[in-house]
């Protein structure tokens, strides 16, 4: 037997027709390709389009949305998840039955135990997920980006991947060729988006960086002006760069300051124990960054219930910003994992041991992919593939929970097959230092808008770039001092502030403070794990 509960129907809700659920939004790539269906519409186009089931596969590749599917019949559960897992699935075996949902705690209070995937615990606390299809209990699984999962009443599992953000040629164009072809597919884009937000209030989190300055700007090149840009923290920087941007382009700017914001106890209110089990999930940190922002915009009604949040996520890292740090390493695995544990697992130093565990969990992942399939012999594409499937969709992508559990709808518009499949096949040359994609922004949009701000830009130098490694390597030898005083001196979002409480908390339920980090985002997760321990103390199973 196979038995489907879902519970999260907070910003975007589950849709039923027979046999069919979904929940997200779609392309209508067939009839017209900047057409967004969303809810029944979607749900009666993949009805229509999901009759061979044979060639499932290359039909799932060719879907271009943020989604989930689940295909029910007596024999079996199917459930495709879109590139990002954004709309994550958990699954139990138990009793001879399935248990399915999309929340990981409601299983566990289902099965009556929690089992601890001790072996988890290094790469939480020090990258903020769990890697695979893995959750902190090791019974409890769940779905992945780009995946085709086959549950049998039987018991039987299939896995299928169908989306790797892998590359076997590039693109032969000129760089200015390539440019403008990339600056017609932002063009393509704002076109998207204007379909789906069908009218709604645009809502758009505007740091002083570039992802967030495109959107408003492809928003303002098609004439939306329904559209508001929000920021948060302290001011900074950062901040004064976004209220220039939004001035000049004439959007509606809201400043929540984190300095006059009375968040009190936090941890005890109903709100953040509802957003954590929805955020977290039992595989993710929950975000601190966004969470008192949002609850007060809705709380005051800045904006409108129906209003669609639009980050800038993934956008820096398909321009390339990774290239030069991460991907120019050696090809093996037995490299490539240790270099993956360095680079990403670094909230807290970890041990000999706990290094040892992720490298070998890691590998695990990376011998699916063949290091021959890389065109270029200077860099690892298996490190982009693997950070896709990992940190882009389990950490950054995930972090916009936040505006789904207070009731909003998000889309990332930067984030869709044309621009995927345009960055997977640009040269490592182009995406190195984010030449082609800065290069287009600057020329393209922002210099005609008259956002582009030559003496007052964040945006790192080629200098910058070049000692970043530098400089971060020396941090790494620095005593932990020095780390705090950097953390506290750019902690722009008082993540510092917010963060003590769970320092406290720790210690109140017999744990000791957490003392040696390099992030703040190291107390987040060492407070969630010993959270949900808590929570679940009388439900620990032994092995």
């Given amino acids: 037997m196979i038995k489907t509960e879902l519970i999260f129907e907070k910003g975007f809700k589950w849709f039923r027709l027979n046999n069919l659920t979904f929940k997200g939004y779609i392309f209508d790539t067939e009839n017209d390709n900047n057409s967004v269906l969303e809810d029944s519409m979607a749900l009666d186009y993949i009805n229509k389009?999901?009759?061979d089931i044979g060639h499932l596969k290359e039909w799932a590749l060719a879907l271009d949305g943020v989604f989930t599917i689940i295909y029910s019949d007596k024999a079996e559960t199917i459930i495709i998840t879109d590139k990002t897992n954004y709309f994550p699935v958990f699954y139990f075996f138990g009793n001879n039955n399935w248990l399915i949902s999309d929340s990981w705690e409601h299983i566990v209070k289902q099965k009556k135990a929690f089992h601890p995937n001790t072996n988890a615990y290094p790469e939480f606390l020090?990258?903020?997920?769990?890697?695979?299809?893995?959750?902190?209990?090791?019974?409890?699984?769940?779905?992945?980006?780009?995946?085709?999962?086959?549950?049998?009443?039987?018991?039987?599992?299939?896995?299928?991947?169908y989306f790797e953000f892998t590359t076997r040629g590039f693109f032969k164009e000129p760089f200015s060729k390539q440019s403008l072809l990339l600056q017609n597919l932002f063009l393509e884009t704002a076109q998207r988006m204007v379909s789906l937000l069908k009218g709604r209030t645009a809502v758009v989190p505007l740091s002083g960086g570039y992802d967030s300055r495109?959107?408003?700007?492809?928003?303002?090149?098609?004439?939306?002006?329904?559209?508001?840009?929000?920021?948060?923290?302290?001011?900074?920087?950062?901040?004064?760069?976004?209220?220039?941007?939004?001035?000049?382009?004439?959007?509606?700017?809201?400043?929540?300051?984190?300095?006059?914001?009375?968040?009190?106890?936090?941890?005890?209110?109903?709100?953040?124990?509802?957003?954590?089990?929805?955020?977290?999930?039992?595989?993710?940190?929950?975000?601190?960054?966004?969470?008192?922002?949002?609850?007060?915009?809705?709380?005051?009604?800045?904006?409108?219930?129906?209003?669609?949040?639009?980050?800038g996520h993934p956008g820096d890292f398909l321009a390339g910003s990774y290239i030069d740090n991460v991907t120019n390493t050696p090809k093996k695995s037995t490299h490539v994992a240790p270099l993956i544990s360095r680079k990403y697992f670094d909230f807290v130093s970890n041990s000999i041991t706990s290094q040892k565990?992720?490298?070998?969990?890691?590998?695990?992942?990376?011998?699916?992919?063949?290091?021959?399939?890389?065109?270029?012999?200077?860099?690892?594409?298996?490190?982009?593939?693997?950070?896709?499937?990992?940190?882009?969709?389990?950490?950054?992508?995930?972090?916009?929970?936040v505006f789904n559990?207070?009731?909003?709808?998000?889309?990332?518009?930067?984030?869709?097959?044309?621009?995927?499949?345009?960055?997977?096949?640009?040269?490592?040359?182009?995406?190195?230092?984010k030449r082609l994609y800065d290069h287009t922004l600057r020329k393209y949009f922002f210099i005609p808008m008259g956002v582009h701000f030559s003496k007052d830009e964040l945006n790192p130098t080629v200098t910058d770039r070049f000692l970043f490694p530098v400089k971060k390597k020396i941090k790494e030898v620095l005593p932990m001092s020095f780390t705090a005083a950097f953390l506290k001196k750019n902690d722009w979002v008082c993540y510092g502030e917010f963060t003590e409480l769970m320092q406290q908390e720790l210690e109140k339920t017999g744990n000791n403070r957490l003392k040696q980090y390099k992030s703040y985002n190291a107390i987040i997760c060492k407070w969630y794990l010993e959270e949900l321990i808590r929570r679940h103390k009388h439900q620990i199973a032994s092995k």
Avoid at 359 to 364: A, D, L, V
Avoid at 386 to 398: A, C, G, N, Q, Y
Avoid at 407 to 430: M, S
């Fill in 405 to 433: 559990w207070a009731g909003y709808k998000v889309a990332f518009p930067l984030w869709n097959n044309p621009i995927i499949d345009f960055f997977r096949n640009t040269p490592f040359e182009y995406r190195s230092q």
């Fill in 126 to 161: 020090s990258a903020g997920y769990v890697l695979n299809n893995e959750t902190l209990d090791n019974k409890i699984v769940k779905t992945i980006s780009g995946e085709i999962l086959t549950l049998s009443v039987k018991g039987e599992i299939k896995r299928t991947s």
């Fill in 357 to 401: 565990t992720i490298e070998s969990r890691i590998i695990k992942y990376l011998i699916n992919i063949s290091p021959d399939d890389d065109p270029d012999p200077k860099y690892s594409t298996a490190i982009e593939a693997w950070d896709i499937k990992e940190k882009r969709s389990k950490f950054i992508l995930h972090s916009s929970t």
């Fill in 49 to 51: 389009n999901l009759q």
């Fill in 214 to 311: 495109l959107i408003v700007c492809m928003l303002k090149h098609v004439g939306y002006i329904n559209t508001i840009c929000i920021t948060y923290g302290k001011m900074n920087p950062e901040a004064v760069i976004s209220r220039r941007v939004a001035e000049t382009l004439g959007f509606k700017w809201i400043f929540i300051d984190y300095e006059q914001f009375k968040y009190g106890d936090y941890l005890q209110s109903e709100s953040f124990n509802s957003y954590t089990s929805m955020a977290g999930n039992g595989f993710s940190m929950p975000f601190l960054q966004e969470y008192f922002a949002v609850l007060e915009l809705k709380e005051k009604k800045l904006i409108p219930d129906d209003a669609v949040f639009l980050p």
